[in-house]
C-alpha cells in the first residue's frame, strides 16, 4: 500500500500486544489505513463495530488485529478436550475464507495463536482433523462449519469474538439462516465482541448487526470501492463479436501487462476465450464457478506468484478476492449489472497503486454501457488505437467448443432477445 493511501496514525501508538506489533513489523505495516484507524482505536476499547469497507482497504488486518488483541490479553476459557475457538470468522465464499487465513497466519505469525480454515469442496477429513487438534480462530465459510458443528466437532459456547465479512454477500448467497443458526450457538451479544464488514450497510445488513450485537455497535464506514476505481485509467473499444477474440489476443501482445484478468459473462465464454489465447501462444486458465476448489486455489496462488500471467474469470472471482499487483483488467465482455463492472476493475489499482482497465463494448452487451456510466458517474473514454490496427494478421482461430446440450435452441433464443448470436 502507498504511504498516500495510509493514515497518520501508527500501529506503534496503539495499544497492541508486542506479539502482533512484531509480526505487523515483519510485514512492513507501519501506518493503518483509514478503515484501521476508524476501527481498532473502538475495538480495543471494547466496541463492536459494523463497517462499510470493501476488500482492498485494510479490513481483514482490521478485524484480524482486534481479534487476536482480545484473544492474546483474555487467554481462552474453553474446557480441557473439545476443541473451542475463541474467535469464529466467517466468510462467504472459499477464496476469500482462505486469504483472511494466509492474512491471520502473517499478522499473528508470533502470537502463538492456533489458527484453521474450513470449506467446502475439498480437504473434509483434514480439516476435521485440524479442529480436531485445538484451535483458537476458526475461520471458514457456512456450510462446512455448520457441518462440523452439528456433527460436535467443535463448540461455540466460548466464542469470544466473531466476525462476520461480506455480509452483504452472505445474504446474496443465501447464506443468512445458517448465519443466524450459528450466531444463536455462540454466547449472547452482550458477552462477546461482534465485528461485522459489509460493502453496504443495507437495510437487510443492519437489522442483522441490531438482532446479534450490543446495543452501542458503532458503524464505521469508509470511502465505498467506487473511489478506488477512480485509480483505475479506464477505456473502452466498440468490437464487433466477431473481432473480440482476434482484438483480445493483439492487445496482450501489446500491452505490457505483467498480470492480466479477462472478465467473462459467462463460463463457455471464458472456455472460448481460453482456448483462443492458448491456441495464440499465451498461459492462461480459467477462473469460475465449475472449477474444482483444489485446482482454484491452485490457480490463484500461480497467479499471485506470475506463474500465471492470465487468469480468464466470470465474476464468482471478482468479488473479495485481494489479488495484488494485477496489472490489467480486460471485460471481455461489459457485465449485466454496473456494480460488477466496478468490482471488476477495482482488481487492479488495489491498495494504493494504479491500474488499466479496458472494457470490450460488443453488439451483445453494449447495451450495460450507459448504466455503467451513470453509475460511475463519467464518460469511458475510448482507446485510441482502432481495432483493425490492433488485430493481428497471424491470428490463429481455435477450436470450436463442443456443442451442449442445452446450446440446443439457444442460438434462436438469443437472437430474439440480444440482437446476433456471439461467433466466438
Ligand atoms: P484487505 O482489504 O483486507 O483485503 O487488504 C488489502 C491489502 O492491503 C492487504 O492484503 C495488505 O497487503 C494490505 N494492507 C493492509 N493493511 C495494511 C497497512 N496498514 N499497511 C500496508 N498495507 C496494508
Do not use: W
Not at 476499547?45 to 482492498?56: E, F, I, V, Y
Amino acid at each position: 500500500m502507498k504511504p498516500d493511501h495510509l493514515s497518520d496514525l501508527t500501529f506503534a501508538s496503539l495499544d497492541l500486544h508486542p506479539r502482533l506489533l512484531s509480526g505487523l513489523a515483519k510485514l512492513g505495516y507501519e501506518h493503518c489505513t483509514p478503515i484501521q484507524a476508524a476501527c481498532l482505536p473502538m475495538a480495543l476499547a471494547g466496541k463492536d463495530l459494523a463497517g462499510q469497507a470493501q476488500t482492498g482497504t485494510g479490513k481483514t488486518a482490521a478485524f484480524l488485529l482486534a481479534t487476536m488483541q482480545h484473544l492474546l490479553t483474555h487467554p481462552p476459557k474453553g474446557p480441557e478436550g473439545v476443541p473451542a475457538p475463541g474467535a469464529f470468522i466467517l466468510a462467504p465464499t472459499r477464496e476469500l475464507a482462505v486469504q483472511i487465513y494466509n492474512d491471520a497466519r502473517q499478522l499473528g505469525v508470533d502470537t502463538g495463536l492456533k489458527m484453521t480454515v474450513c470449506y467446502g469442496g475439498a480437504g473434509y477429513e483434514q480439516q476435521r482433523a485440524e479442529i480436531e487438534g485445538g484451535v483458537d480462530i476458526l475461520i471458514g465459510t457456512p456450510g462446512r462449519l455448520i457441518d462440523f458443528f452439528k456433527q460436535k466437532t467443535f463448540t461455540l459456547s466460548y466464542v469470544e469474538c466473531m466476525v462476520l465479512d461480506e455480509a452483504d454477500r452472505m445474504f446474496d448467497l443465501g447464506f443468512i439462516d445458517d448465519i443466524r443458526y450459528l450466531l444463536h450457538k455462540m454466547p449472547k451479544p452482550a458477552e462477546r465482541k461482534s465485528y461485522l464488514f459489509s460493502a453496504t450497510l443495507s437495510h437487510r445488513v443492519l437489522e442483522l448487526a441490531f438482532e446479534h450485537m450490543k446495543p452501542n455497535v458503532e458503524k464505521v464506514e469508509i470511502e465505498p470501492e467506487q473511489v478506488t476505481a477512480e485509480r483505475v485509467k479506464q477505456q473502452m473499444v466498440h468490437v464487433s463479436n466477431h473481432d473480440k477474440l482476434p482484438l483480445l489476443v493483439g492487445l496482450l501482445r501489446s500491452l505490457e501487462a505483467t498480470r492480466t484478468m479477462v472478465f467473462v459473462n459467462t463460463k463457455r465464454g471464458c472456455e472460448m476465450v481460453e482456448r483462443a489465447l492458448v491456441k495464440n501462444g499465451f498461459t492462461a486458465a480459467t477462473l469460475s464457478g465449475d472449477v474444482a476448489q483444489t485446482r482454484r486455489l491452485k490457480l490463484l496462488q500461480d497467479f499471485k506468484d506470475g506463474k500465471l500471467p492470465i487468469l480468464v474469470a466470470t465474476d464468482v472471482a471478482a468479488r473479495g478476492l485481494h489479488i495484488t499487483g494485477v496489472s490489467h483488467v480486460i471485460n471481455f465482455d461489459l457485465p449485466n449489472e454496473a456494480a460488477d463492472y466496478v468490482h471488476r476493475i477495482g482488481r487492479t489499482a488495489r491498495a494504493g497503486s494504479t491500474g488499466d482497465a479496458i472494457s470490450f463494448v460488443c453488439e451483445s452487451h453494449a447495451y450495460s454501457l450507459p448504466e455503467i456510466e451513470h453509475y460511475i458517474g463519467m464518460k469511458v473514454p475510448q482507446l485510441e488505437a482502432t481495432v483493425e490496427s490492433m488485430k493481428p494478421a497471424d491470428y490463429l482461430v481455435p477450436e470450436r467448443l463442443p456443442r451442449r446440450e442445452d446450446d440446443k435452441g439457444g442460438r434462436h433464443h438469443n437472437r430474439q432477445r440480444r440482437g446476433p448470436p456471439r461467433r466466438y
